[in-house]
């Protein structure tokens, strides 16, 4: 009786986990899309130089997450068949959506620098 209740848990896992990896897989795609839009040739040195700083460190870090969970989603790509190995491609699956997550909130951290400095500066 236990096998079956850990078969069904695993099982469960699995398709929890497909359903996180198209998650994160839209994450990455609106966040590029996202800062292809916001990007401009470069950032305005008319800014203080701690906004500056701030911004580009913003940006850094979302270009750093972005590629983390895109490092993480490739390597799920392909499903594992030992249990062992099943456990191990659900938590990259998760650590990559934890990752997109963060991508975001440092483009929406950044997105809201822009808005309170044309806010303060205007």
């Given at each position: 009786?236990?096998?079956?209740?850990?078969?069904?848990?695993?099982?469960?896992?699995?398709?929890?986990?497909?359903?996180?990896?198209?998650?994160?897989?839209?994450?990455?795609?609106?966040?590029?899309?996202?800062?292809?839009?916001?990007?401009?040739p470069?950032?305005?040195?008319?800014?203080?130089?701690?906004?500056?700083?701030?911004?580009?460190?913003?940006?850094?870090?979302?270009?750093?997450?972005?590629?983390?969970?895109?490092?993480?989603?490739?390597?799920?790509?392909?499903?594992?068949?030992?249990?062992?190995?099943e456990?191990?491609?659900?938590?990259?699956i998760?650590?990559g959506?934890?990752?997109?997550?963060?991508?975001?909130?440092a483009?929406?951290?950044?997105?809201?620098?822009?808005?309170?400095?044309?806010?303060?500066?205007?």
């Amino acid at each position: 009786m236990l096998k079956n209740h850990l078969r069904r848990d695993l099982q469960w896992l699995k398709r929890q986990a497909r359903k996180d990896r198209r998650i994160t897989a839209v994450l990455l795609a609106g966040v590029l899309g996202a800062w292809f839009r916001q990007f401009t040739p470069g950032l305005d040195p008319g800014q203080p130089p701690v906004l500056l700083a701030l911004s580009t460190a913003l940006i850094m870090g979302s270009g750093a997450a972005w590629l983390v969970s895109a490092y993480f989603v490739t390597r799920s790509l392909r499903a594992r068949r030992e249990p062992a190995e099943e456990l191990r491609w659900i938590s990259r699956i998760s650590r990559g959506k934890e990752w997109a997550f963060c991508s975001l909130s440092a483009y929406a951290a950044w997105h809201l620098l822009q808005f309170l400095t044309a806010l303060l500066l205007a």
